[in-house]
C-alpha cells in the first residue's frame, strides 16, 4: 500500500511539473520545481539530468529524461528507480477545475531497485506527506476567485511500463528475483472505482504473464477487503484466484485453481531451488477455496489435490509461524501409487532374478546418497485414508495412514493396512535431526508368503500363511549403509505351506541333491523362530520346520547387508518307509537370490559313525544279555542237580541258591542231632 501510495505522490509531482510547463518556465526550473514537491510529499530525491519538453497537441503534457528517485539512506547509492523517459498527458479541463485526470503515463526502460533488510524493512516504504502547495502564479482572476472546496477527483486512463527491469533482494531469506524485459500496463478510471493491472516479462528468466483486477481502489489502499481476482502465468504454470482480498495483512479468501505442470522452473523463478518430481507425480494441481489469516496462516477445504494420475480430497491448515512452517489435515482418495520410474524398487536394483536363482547378488544395495533434507521444509501431522496404494515393495489394499514430521523426524503410523491378503500395523520412522536413521516395528497378521515375497524381493519359492513381528534401526545416508547396520530383533511363524524348488523328505531320504527344479516341493506344515540383528546380520538359532513325514531344526545367518546365507538345517527324514531315522546335515550358502544346497559330508560322517556306534552298542548289549541268560539258565541246572532245589518262576538266581543252602543245611543238622 505504502509503494501505491508513493507512485501517486509521484504522479501529484509530474501534474505540478506539467502546470508549470504549460506557462512556459525554463525546463531547469521546472525540474527544480518537481523535486522539491516529490521529496516533501516522499522525504526522498527526485532528480532530472535530462530535458523537461512540454507538449500541447494530441493531449497537453511532458515529457521529462533522465529521471532517478533517491533510495533509502541504508540501501546503498544506487537509486530506487531510474528511466531514461517519463511521458505524462493530461486532461486540460479536467487540470483547470484542479481535478487529476491523467491520460496516460509512460515510464521507459526503468530499471527499479528494490530491498528488504535483515529487519524486514524495504527500501521502498516512504513516509507519504501532504504535499506544499505549488508556486503561485500572479493573476488577478484567481486571486478574486473564492477558495474551491469540492473534493478533488482522480483518474488515470493509462500508466505504462515498458522494457522496464525490477530486482528484489531479501537479505533475511536470501531471495534473489529479477524482473527484466517488463512491460506493464494500469488503469483506473476513478479512485474508488473497478482499476486491472496486466504484466509480461522474464522472472528469472521465467515467463511470466499476470492479470489482477480490483472493484475499488480506494478501499483497497485503505486496507479494507475488496472483490479482487488474479489470473498468473509463470513458467508454464497457471493459477486463478477470484474472491476478496485486502493489502492490510494480505488478508484473502476464495477460489483457487492452480496447474503446474512442472514445478522446478516454477521455483527457479521465485528464486529457489529443487523441484525435481519423478514424471509420474506431474503434473500438480490444485482446486478450493482458500484463506489466508492476518497472521499468514493458510487454510484450504474442500480441496480436490492432484499430483499426476494421484487425486486427493479433503481440508489442510498450513501455519507459518513458528520455527518452520505447519501443516494439519485430512486427506482420501482412490489410489496412491508411489512406484519409482519403471516400477522398479531401489531395494531390488541389482538384485538378479530371485526366482529363478540365475542371479548373483555381487551389485548389492544402491550406494546412492539420500537426501533427506525435505523432512527439514515443514512440519505435519495428517491423516490420510486410500482404497489402494502401490509401491515398490507390495500393493497395499484398504489402508488409513498417520503422517506426522517434528522437526526433521517423520512418523508413518500404519493404523489400517490390508495387504497380501492380511494385516499390517506399526510404523515407519525416519529421523534427519542429526544424519539419518530409519527404524521398522511392524506386525504381519496373516500375510500370504509367495505374493509378498515375490514384490519385495522377487524371490518365488515360498508358499504359506505368515504371522511376524520385526523391529529394526538402521543408521546411514544410503540403502547400502542403512541394511549394513541393521540391528533388532524379531519372531516369524509360517503355517500350511510348500517350499518350492526343491524337495526336502525326497532330498534326505535318498541323499540326493538331484531333487531341485520345476515339479519339486517340500509341503511343511509349520515353520517357527526366532532372530535377531547386529550390523545388518541376522541370526537364528531356533528354526523349527514340521512335516508330515519329517522335521528340521535350523540355525545360521543371513546378512541382509551383503545378501547372502550361511545355514545349516539338521532335518529327521526317513530313508526307508521303516522306522529307522537318519538326521542328515544341510548346508544353504551363497547369495540369497541363487542359494547352493550341499550335504555336510563332515557331519554325515560323524552321524553315520554315531549310527553304527549305537548299532554295535546294541549288539553289545544283546549278546550280554543272552550270555547272561544263558548263565543263569546253567546255574538253575547245578542248583536242581546239586541241591536238588527247582528253581520257581520269577525268582532270581540268587534267591534260588539261598533257599537250596538253607534246605541243605536244614538237612545237614538234623542228621547230627539224631533227627531232633
Do not use: C
Not at 511500463?161 to 478510471?189: E, N
Not at 522335521?551 to 547387508?561: F, H, K
Not at 545349516?568 to 537370490?593: F, H, K, N, Q, Y
Amino acid at each position: 500500500m505504502r509503494v501505491l501510495k508513493a507512485l501517486i505522490a509521484v504522479v501529484v509531482g509530474l501534474v505540478m511539473l506539467v502546470a508549470a510547463a504549460l506557462f512556459l518556465l525554463p525546463s531547469e526550473r521546472i525540474a527544480q520545481i518537481a523535486a522539491q514537491q516529490f521529496q516533501t510529499a516522499t522525504g526522498r530525491t527526485l532528480t532530472i539530468d535530462g530535458a523537461v519538453r512540454p507538449s500541447f497537441y494530441p493531449v497537453i503534457g511532458a515529457t521529462a529524461n533522465g529521471i532517478a528517485i533517491g533510495n533509502a539512506d541504508w540501501a546503498g547509492d544506487a537509486p530506487l528507480l531510474r528511466a531514461e523517459q517519463m511521458e505524462i498527458g493530461l486532461d486540460f479541463a479536467a487540470l483547470m477545475r484542479r481535478d487529476i485526470q491523467i491520460d496516460r503515463i509512460v515510464l521507459q526502460s526503468p530499471v527499479i531497485d528494490l530491498r528488504r533488510n535483515d529487519d524486514g524493512r524495504g527500501n521502498w516504504e516512504v513516509a507519504v506527506r501532504t504535499a506544499a502547495p505549488a508556486p503561485q502564479i500572479d493573476s488577478a482572476t484567481e486571486a478574486d476567485s473564492p477558495p474551491d472546496t469540492r473534493p478533488r477527483t482522480f483518474s488515470l486512463g493509462l500508466a505504462r511500463i515498458q522494457d522496464g527491469q525490477v530486482r528484489f533482494q531479501d537479505a533475511a531469506s536470501g531471495t534473489d528475483i529479477r524482473l527484466d524485459g517488463l512491460d506493464a500496463s494500469f488503469g483506473l478510471p476513478a479512485l474508488d472505482g473497478p482499476s486491472e493491472l496486466t504484466l509480461a516479462a522474464q522472472l528469472n528468466g521465467q515467463p511470466l504473464q499476470m492479470t489482477v483486477a480490483t472493484d475499488n481502489v480506494a478501499r483497497l489502499l485503505s486496507g479494507a477487503v475488496v472483490g479482487l481476482s488474479a489470473d498468473l502465468g509463470l513458467a508454464g504454470a497457471r493459477a486463478q484466484f477470484s474472491g476478496r482480498a485486502g493489502l492490510a495483512d494480505m488478508i484473502a479468501e476464495g477460489q483457487l485453481d492452480a496447474d503446474i505442470p512442472l514445478l522446478r522452473p516454477v521455483l527457479q523463478a521465485v528464486g529457489q531451488t529443487g523441484g525435481d518430481i519423478a514424471p509420474a507425480y506431474l503434473p500438480l494441481g490444485f482446486s478450493g477455496q482458500i484463506t489466508r489469516t492476518a497472521d499468514g496462516t493458510l487454510y484450504a477445504r474442500n480441496a480436490r489435490v492432484g499430483a499426476g494420475t494421484l487425486r486427493l480430497e479433503g481440508g489442510a491448515d498450513l501455519a507459518l509461524a513458528g520455527a518452520r512452517p505447519r501443516l494439519t489435515g485430512e486427506f482420501s482418495g482412490d489410489v496412491l501409487d508411489l512406484r519409482s520410474a519403471g516400477g522398479t524398487s531401489a531395494a531390488r536394483q541389482g538384485s538378479g532374478s530371485g526366482g529363478s536363482g540365475g542371479g548373483t547378488g555381487a551389485q548389492g544395495w544402491p550406494r546412492d546418497v539420500i537426501d533427506a533434507s525435505a523432512l527439514d521444509l515443514l512440519d505435519a501431522e495428517l491423516s490420510l485414508a486410500f482404497n489402494t496404494v502401490r509401491t515398490d515393495f507390495a500393493t497395499l489394499g484398504r489402508s488409513r495412514f498417520g503422517v506426522s514430521i517434528d522437526n526433521s523426524r517423520a512418523v508413518l503410523d500404519l493404523r489400517e493396512t490390508a495387504v497380501f491378503g492380511g494385516r499390517l500395523s506399526g510404523q515407519l520412522v525416519a529421523n534427519n535431526r542429526s544424519g539419518l536413521s530409519v527404524r521398522a516395528d511392524l506386525n504381519a497378521r496373516d500375510i500370504s508368503l509367495l505374493p509378498m515375497l515375490g514384490e519385495v524381493a522377487d524371490y518365488h519359492r515360498l508358499q504359506g500363511r505368515a504371522n511376524m513381528d520385526i523391529n529394526v534401526l538402521g543408521v546411514g545416508n544410503s540403502v547400502h549403509a542403512i541394511m549394513n547396520s541393521l540391528r533388532g530383533d524379531g519372531a516369524l511363524r509360517f503355517d500350511q505351506g510348500e517350499i518350492i524348488g526343491f524337495d526336502l523328505a525326497g532330498m534326505l531320504r535318498n541323499l540326493d541333491m538331484s531333487y531341485m527344479g520345476e515339479g519339486n516341493r517340500t509341503v511343511y506344515d509349520s515353520i517357527t523362530g526366532t532372530f535377531t540383528v547386529a550390523d545388518g546380520v541376522l541370526r537364528n538359532d531356533d528354526l523349527a520346520l514340521a512335516a508330515a513325514r519329517f522335521s528340521v531344526a535350523g540355525q545360521g545367518t543371513v546378512s541382509l547387508g551383503a545378501r547372502t546365507l550361511d545355514y545349516r538345517v539338521t532335518p529327521a527324514a526317513l530313508r526307508s518307509e521303516g522306522d529307522e531315522r537318519l538326521r542328515v546335515p544341510l548346508m544353504i550358502t551363497g547369495p540369497w537370490d541363487a542359494p547352493r544346497f550341499r550335504l555336510d559330508l563332515e557331519a554325515l560322517a560323524r552321524e553315520q559313525l554315531r549310527v553304527e556306534q549305537e548299532r554295535v552298542e546294541e549288539m553289545a548289549r544283546e549278546e550280554a544279555r543272552r550270555l547272561e541268560e544263558r548263565a543263569r539258565s546253567q546255574a538253575a541246572e547245578r542248583l536242581e542237580r546239586e541241591l536238588g532245589v527247582q528253581r520257581q518262576e520269577g525268582e532270581r538266581i540268587e534267591d534260588t541258591l539261598r533257599r537250596g543252602l538253607e534246605q541243605e543245611l536244614g538237612n545237614r543238622l538234623r542228621g547230627l542231632l539224631g533227627g531232633n
